[in-house]
């Protein structure tokens, strides 16, 4: 019985230590980066998105002007990359999961 009880609160224990990861999924999202006009800008594009918490890869392009963005989304969310793109002066609009 004390064995028992012993097993129980230890995986209970080890349990609760992955709690947050347990739902975590990684994503991949596609934005539109219309604003870009030269072959530098998406550098820009792709540090600002990279500064993200939670961003796990970037594949920024000018031809198709697109970032593809693959991010942890218990950390952040599609609406948080565009404001990041904003905010580095290249507006984005979500095209869809990938």
Do not use: H, W
């Amino acid at each position: 019985m004390v064995k028992r009880a012993l097993r129980s609160v230890i995986f209970l224990a080890v349990a609760g230590l992955f709690q947050g990861t347990a739902f975590a999924a990684t994503r991949t999202v596609i934005l539109d980066v219309p604003s870009m006009t030269c072959s530098l800008c998406p550098i820009t594009v792709k540090k600002a998105l990279e500064k993200v918490p939670g961003v796990i890869k970037v594949e920024a392009t000018y031809e198709p002007k697109q970032a593809v963005v693959t991010y942890d989304d218990t950390k952040t969310n599609p609406e948080e990359l565009t404001k990041a793109t904003g905010n580095a002066g290249f507006p984005s609009t979500i095209r869809g999961d990938k």
